[in-house]
């Protein structure tokens, strides 16, 4: 990847990750953890890998992204802000009443939002689906999805695995949101997952484990995996809960947390500082 393009997705990462605080430092609490967490990977599928038209969101041939972790929305609705879909104005409605950026994704609010989520499990089976349905149709469209690693402590999840691995969709690609804390204790201490790309290999899917803060490292998997032709893919991305704030990285309590406007000052700054270094 050119220099040009991976300073361009830090930065569009950094960007995502000031407006997911702005998001919900306006409604004073929110699922920030999880949200900075798949900055960097939102910022490679809707800064260079998704084939998507903002001004088309419907459109019939576009790849689809699933986040089944449907509580990272805040990040979601900031890319989609960021890239066109809507008024950058609106990420000030997160969670108000008569919002379209419900707590977590809705399809039927939220303009460029492909699938509903938020039970957790269940986006899984609706990735597997629609890329299923897709090929039915004849197109040759990309899934995504991604799910939390707390998430797939949930058996549906590997019942979709399964269901993938049986019917080849070799155009699904998953990512493993592995930052390793959960709701309410680390993955560890919850529910050990040990090697999560071993499992889904034994699964038949196509497995890899990255640093999911690297946006090159997160394009050149999207690459591999895109040269499979009989199997699923999955990329672990080994992530950092709450990254890019001193207040929130790696704290299991920023899953879910109060946010004022001091601690949001403190993070647009040491962010803002982040993306000066970027461009210095």
């Known amino acids: 990847m050119e220099k040009q393009k991976v300073l361009e997705l830090k930065r569009f ?16 609490v929110g699922h920030i953890g999880g949200s900075l967490s798949i900055a960097d990977v939102l ?28 509580h990272a929305g805040p990040a979601v609705y900031s ?18 009443p008569g919002t379209n950026l419900p707590s977590h994704c809705d399809m039927n609010r939220t303009i460029g939002v ?5 039970s957790l499990g269940q986006g899984s089976s609706s990735a597997m689906g629609i890329c299923l349905g897709n090929r039915m149709k004849g197109l040759d469209n990309y899934t995504y999805l991604i799910l939390g690693d707390g998430e797939i402590d949930e058996g549906q999840v590997w019942e979709a695995a399964l269901f993938a691995g049986h019917r080849k969709l070799s155009h699904m690609i998953a990512f493993v949101d592995y930052n390793k804390c959960q709701l309410d204790g680390t993955t560890q201490e919850v529910c050990d997952l040990k090697d999560v790309a071993a ?37 672990v991305l080994n992530t950092i809960k709450g990254k890019g704030a001193s207040m929130t990285e790696g704290k299991v309590g920023s ?16 962010l803002q500082a982040e993306l000066d270094q970027l461009e210095g």
């Open 255 to 270: 899953h879910n947390m109060t946010i004022n406007e001091e601690q949001l000052k403190q993070a647009l700054s040491e």
């Open 43 to 70: 910022a490679v599928l809707y800064g260079d890998e998704m084939n998507i038209n903002p001004k088309d969101p419907k459109w019939e041939e576009r790849d689809w992204l699933v986040v089944s972790k449907g």
């Open 79 to 96: 890319t989609l802000a960021l890239k066109g879909y809507f008024d950058m104005e609106i990420l000030k409605t997160l969670n108000r």
């Open 199 to 235: 499992k889904f290999r034994e699964f038949g899917w196509y497995a890899q484990s990255i640093d999911g803060h690297d946006v090159e490292a997160i394009s050149d998997a999207i690459h591999n995996a895109k040269a499979q032709d009989e199997k699923p893919s999955v990329i």
């Open 114 to 118: 492909d699938m509903t989520t938020g």
């Open 13 to 28: 990462a950094n960007q995502i990750r000031q407006e997911t605080f702005k998001t919900i430092g306006y409604l004073g």
